[in-house]
């Protein structure tokens, strides 16, 4: 598997050179096309007046503004990418997560950031966006480094999400110096041990230069031990399965999710 379409996602409210420019760096080292999608959603105001004339004037105000930033953003991709016909430029008013799920179709892996407590009518929920778009997530660490993925951490516990995860991060795998495969165990060592080793034979069978490694412990301090692996190898990107359990139709991640989605010192690949 290679990566030939690569879509990176753009907040309106952040810079647009940053992530790009991460995001052309990637599309230029798998050699593939780079799609870059940006979108907001303008909010009814709660009417402040009977006839709700103010409020839908304000509704307006805000749909132009969108519309004018997106335009700014399209200009400044443009003076960017240049003459690059391998990049091509999306934009939308509407729900910005829905938005880069849909046009996800397109691509083979999604790029965008370390997520941000921001309005979500003008930024990606992570969460969602994990489980929606179909496609591997790649969180830019929040500097946005170039990635270089020369020595990766795997986040191994054996669920389909972390399978999924692994297939899906063959790209950067197989093309690193080092793999280290954590498998993350609270009691049952010799089941991770297992599990972990059938995973480095998988990768080594595609060419990966991989290792297993166990860590034994409860699981709250599994996000912090991974990040600390990471820093020991010399790793700059952690892949993992975003997983969680449904609670009366609302998904919740686990513990260790949600730690590395808020990590923002490492690029992350979180796969459903």
Known sequence: ????????????????????????????????????????????????????????????????????????????????????????????????THIVAFHARAADLVVTGSPAAADRSRGVDAGTLILATGRPVLFAAETHPPLRAERVVVAWKDTREARRAV?????????????????CAES?????????????????????????????????DVAGALAAKALEVGADLVVAGGYGHSRLREWAFGGVTRSLLSDGTLHRLLSN
């Open 188 to 220: 049952d060592s010799f089941k991770a041990r297992d599990g972990s080793a059938d995973v480095v034979r998988y990768l080594m069978r595609h060419g990966a230069k991989a290792r297993p490694e166990v860590m034994v412990g409860p699981e709250p």
């Open 1 to 96: 598997m290679l990566f030939r379409t690569i879509m990176v996602q753009l907040d309106v409210d952040s810079p647009v050179a940053p992530r790009l420019e991460f995001a052309r760096d990637l599309a230029g080292r798998f050699e593939a096309d780079l799609i870059a999608v940006a979108a907001a959603e303008a909010r009814m105001p709660i009417p402040s007046d009977e006839s709700g004339i103010a409020s839908a004037e304000a509704f307006l105000r805000s749909t132009r503004s969108i519309e004018d930033r997106l335009k700014a953003m399209k200009e400044e991709f443009l003076g960017i990418v240049g003459e690059d016909g391998r990049a091509s430029w999306r934009a939308e008013t509407g729900d910005p």
């Open 167 to 183: 297939a899906d991060a063959l790209p950067f795998l197989t093309g690193a110096k080092e793999v280290v495969v954590v498998a």
